[in-house]
């Protein structure tokens, strides 16, 4: 097999950077008199996945000098007692941005407390208003993952103009938002998108087309050698837990690229973990920056 030299797409160098401009903001917000930055996180139930979030972005908070706040639910929880919450949170002055973590148990209309969220609170950038300011290109809270993504492509200066962009995934919270983003006038943006989901017959032949792939499946591995054209940049979103018996924790993170085969034929790639993840926690710690300071 012909091989590149390829780099890799450093999340986590790149989000210690950020947090470092964030935490000096911060100190210079709080000594010129300012309030310090509020963000507050509804966590339902003891999922393993949304118990590691929801820790990382406290302690994210912490190292870049937020104030955060913590609000535990079990699982049984009502639909009202959580739209109470959600409503109190939306009434505190004190709290600047909060998120509901999701996914929410099967009872509570996911929907219905997304869209009670204060568009103005709304740090991940789920409520329809952000997402339809998004799409339009207004000033808007934009989502963490995506744009943490695009913040990515820029701090590496990867060249999006022209390029064909192939999407893995529908999701609204990664694959519509960074298609629409990465299909936006200006840097980073300017691309030819193609959005690829479950129900398309033909991925693999549209995916040898890409400049850039973004695989947001959450199928673990299944990027391989024969899908990717040489050169390409390669964005994996995905973070399945995967059963591995020698970890101590028992599972293993597996993103949706395979990249031991993959990465030889690249010019960029993001790693798994350490790459999209902590690009995620820094750009909400972004948007509460956002909020603290209007
Ligand atoms: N679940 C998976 N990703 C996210 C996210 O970015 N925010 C929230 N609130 N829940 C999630």
């Known amino acids: 097999m012909e091989t590149n030299t390829y780099k890799?797409?450093?999340?986590?160098?790149?989000?210690?950077?950020?947090?470092?401009?964030?935490?000096?903001?911060v100190a210079a917000m709080v000594a010129a008199g300012k309030k310090r930055p509020h963000l507050a996180a509804v966590l339902v139930g003891h999922d393993g996945g949304s118990e590691t979030y929801v820790?990382?972005?406290?302690?994210?908070?912490?190292?870049?000098?937020f104030k955060s706040s913590l609000l535990r639910f079990e699982s049984d929880v009502?639909?009202?007692?959580?739209?109470?919450?959600?409503?109190?949170?939306?009434?505190?002055?004190?709290v600047d941005?909060?998120?509901?973590?999701?996914?929410?148990?099967?009872?509570?209309?996911?929907?219905k407390v997304i869209e009670a969220v204060d568009p103005a609170k709304d740090v991940d950038g789920f409520h329809p208003i952000n997402v339809g300011r998004m799409s339009i290109g207004l000033p808007c809270f934009v989502s963490a993952t995506p744009q943490g993504i695009v913040e990515l492509l820029k701090r590496y200066e990867i060249p999006t103009q022209g390029k064909h962009c192939?999407?893995?995934?529908?999701?609204?919270?990664?694959?519509?938002p960074i298609s629409l983003l990465l299909l936006q006038k200006g840097y980073p943006g300017d691309c030819t998108v193609t959005v690829c989901h479950s129900r398309t017959p033909n991925i693999k032949?549209?995916?040898l087309q890409a400049d850039?792939?973004?695989?947001?499946?959450?199928?673990?591995?299944?990027?391989?050698?024969?899908?990717?054209?040489?050169?390409?940049?390669i964005v994996d979103v995905g973070t399945t837990r995967v059963p591995d018996a020698s970890r101590k924790s028992g599972f293993r993170l597996t993103g949706d690229v395979k990249f031991d085969e993959v990465a030889p034929l690249c010019s960029y790639i993001t790693p798994v973990p350490g790459g999209v993840g902590p690009m995620t926690i820094v750009s909400l710690m972004l948007n509460t920056l956002q909020a603290g300071k209007k």
């Not at 820790?55 to 000098?65: N, P, R």
């Not at 941005?97 to 929907?111: A, N, S």
């Open 205 to 207: 032949e549209i995916c």
């Open 166 to 176: 192939v999407v893995l995934g529908r999701s609204n919270i990664v694959g519509k």
């Open 212 to 233: 850039i792939i973004i695989a947001a499946l959450g199928s673990p591995e299944f990027v391989k050698a024969d899908m990717v054209k040489k050169g390409a940049v």
């Open 55 to 65: 820790a990382s972005k406290v302690k994210a908070c912490e190292q870049v000098g």
């Open 97 to 111: 941005g909060f998120i509901v973590q999701l996914p929410l148990p099967k009872h509570i209309d996911e929907q």
């Open 8 to 25: 890799i797409l450093d999340g986590k160098a790149i989000s210690d950077q950020i947090k470092k401009e964030i935490a000096e903001e």
């Open 78 to 94: 009502t639909e009202k007692e959580l739209l109470d919450c959600v409503e109190k949170l939306n009434n505190d002055e004190d």
